[in-house]
């Protein structure tokens, strides 16, 4: 029988799929490539789950063992109910707990994307020692987005999304008519050409019902991120040289963006170069937020030409 969760045509060979117990819970988690590979550890964002990923996945396994887990509280992974168990701390120990089993002895390539790329900041930042390189495909370090927050009218704007997604019974509302509005977003965010009936059906198989989607928006409910409602005027927010140095990105960190992110504006990392000690941008004109589905190729070839 064909993967639920794979697009008409297209092929996984050789991917493993594992039950892995992280933190004391089960992670769903999906291995491809040669096991005795250096190993690139993918984190996928919200509202996604581990094939974010799997289209630029495809194209590192001949030279990277890839590994990509379905997050708490998506798709097939463990998904506790209290709000609670979505803090950051708690997300970045299952995936130390998962860098220790598939890598004990060498530092991991680590990815995020979206949420994804809030987990792999926070990773790097509190266990620097475990990651080699980081990579993030349109995705906010903490503080740079909270500055463009709360400094920039603009940005505040286009995340007034967050309070209809932290609102009591919004899994309700997302869940309702098939998915209808949690697949309008992502159709809202940039082009969604890659957004046919089978990966739509694959998204919705993996969405499940009402209380996964629960879980998945307890990760904007945990976030400390304070969100200005429109209309408010900007707030006071200096990026400190204390701030820099607790919030330190110092492996060789990639940030690819797509400019037609409506999501996350380019306000939302332009103070990044002041947490970093070696960063690498690269931008692309033609994708926006899901960029790892729009322009696989080139985040796949940006990837290579960093980690060479």
Not at 18 to 26: A, C, F, K, R, S
Not at 129 to 145: I, Q, T, W, Y
Not at 151 to 168: F, G, K, V
Not at 185 to 194: G, I, R, T, Y
Request: proline share 6%; net charge neutral; with cysteine.
């Amino acid at each position: 029988m064909r993967d639920r969760y794979l697009r008409k045509g297209e092929r996984m060979n050789g991917m493993q799929t594992q039950i892995e117990t992280l933190n004391g819970n089960p992670f769903f988690v999906r291995r491809w490539g040669d096991a005795h590979l250096p190993k690139i550890l993918m984190l996928h964002g919200f509202p996604e789950y581990w094939a974010g990923w799997a289209s630029v996945a495809s194209q590192m396994t001949e030279t990277h063992r890839v590994v990509m887990p379905d997050q708490r509280g998506y798709n097939l992974s463990s998904k506790p109910q209290a709000v609670d168990a979505y803090a950051v701390k708690l997300l970045v120990a299952d995936m130390l707990d998962l860098v220790q089993q598939i890598s004990p002895d060498r530092p991991v390539v680590l990815c995020g994307h979206d949420w994804g790329a809030s987990v792999a900041y926070a990773f790097a930042i509190h266990h620097p020692e475990r990651v080699s390189r980081l990579v993030v495909a349109n995705g906010v370090h903490p503080m740079c987005f909270q500055k463009a927050l709360l400094n920039d009218e603009a940005q505040a704007a286009a995340s007034q999304y967050i309070h209809l997604l932290r609102a009591e019974h919004s899994e309700d509302h997302l869940a309702a008519d098939g998915f209808r509005k949690l697949l309008g977003m992502l159709e809202k965010f940039s082009d969604a050409q890659w957004l046919d009936d089978d990966t739509r059906q694959a998204y919705r198989n993996a969405w499940n019902d009402s209380k996964t989607v629960s879980c998945m928006v307890n990760w904007y409910r945990a976030s400390p991120l304070i969100v200005p409602r429109s209309g408010e005027p900007p707030q006071p927010f200096e990026i400190t040289r204390e701030m820099t140095e607790k919030f330190r990105i110092n492996m060789p960190h990639l940030l690819l963006w797509g400019r037609r992110d409506t999501a996350l504006l380019p306000q939302s990392h332009a103070d990044l170069d002041r947490f970093c000690d070696r960063l690498t941008v690269q931008m692309t004109e033609d994708a926006g937020h899901w960029i790892l589905h729009e322009k696989p190729q080139w985040v796949a070839d940006q990837i290579r030409t960093f980690l060479s």
